[in-house]
T-cell receptor, first 109, second 112 residues
Framework: SQQGEEDPQALSIQEGENATMNCSYK?????LQWYRQNSGRGLVHLIL?????REKHSGRLRVTLDTSKKSSSLLITASRAADTASYFC?????????FGRGTSLIVHP | DADVTQTPRNRITKTGKRIMLECSQT?????MYWYRQDPGLGLRLIYY???????NKGEISDGYSVSRQAQAKFSLSLESAIPNQTALYFC???????????FGPGTRLTVT
């Protein structure tokens, strides 16, 4: 069974807008990671946040983690058409990552 | 050259055939994983290996087997392919910590 569940399943925005996607999970974790997948290609790691961290930034990406609510969010600021992709969260406990079903993001130019 | 390579990239096979998917990596990572991806279901773990002598079943190992021939090579076999094994298969590697995964380009398998 999948640990993380992303929300929304699909998101459509205009270039320049911010995109926010959420991940909820059920059990304790060591860390949570976000990945991007361009259509039919391998996943690319974006950012990792440990269970004792609350927020991390990487370029236009901002990830938050609330372990009390068992949820994380990924914010992409000033989105670009090239950000069009599927985004997956992966929760990890005991070194085995478990992926959610993903959020499909479309950024219209 | 890509750090994680998969062969073949595309394969069409018939029900009942044995097929092997191969994965090689040049990252020097000990950990390797096989996933399948189906539309709407995300990635599901088939098998994983933390070193050459370590093989573990994942969430959906039935109908699959693996071989870790070397630190750099991890093969996935379908002993007798069936149509519901039609999917996109990914190999991934990671170091022991912090476990960021590096994915191969995928193998699109169709079983007719």
């Amino acid at each position: 069974s999948q640990q993380g569940e992303e929300d929304p399943q699909a998101l459509s925005i205009q270039e320049g807008e911010n995109a926010t996607m959420n991940c909820s999970y059920k059990t304790s974790i060591n860390n949570l990671q976000w990945y991007r997948q361009n259509s039919g290609r391998g996943l690319v790691h974006l950012i990792l946040i440990r269970s004792n961290e609350r927020e991390k930034h990487s370029g236009r990406l901002r990830v938050t983690l609330d372990t009390s609510k068992k949820s994380s969010s990924l914010l992409i600021t000033a989105s670009r058409a090239a950000d069009t992709a599927s985004y997956f969260c992966a929760t990890e406990l005991s070194y085995i990552p478990t992926f959610g079903r993903g959020t499909s993001l479309i950024v219209h130019p | 050259d890509a750090d994680v390579t998969q062969t073949p990239r595309n394969r069409i096979t018939k029900t009942g055939k044995r097929i092997m998917l191969e994965c090689s990596q040049t990252k020097g990572h000990d950990r390797m994983y096989w996933y399948r991806q189906d539309p709407g279901l995300g990635l599901r773990l088939i098998y994983y290996s933390f070193d050459v002598k370590d093989i573990n079943k994942g969430e959906i190992s039935d109908g699959y087997s693996v071989s870790r021939q070397a630190q750099a090579k991890f093969s996935l076999s379908l002993e007798s392919a069936i149509p519901n094994q039609t999917a996109l298969y990914f190999c991934a590697t990671s170091d022991s910590a912090p476990n960021e995964q590096y994915f191969g380009p995928g193998t699109r398998l169709t079983v007719t």
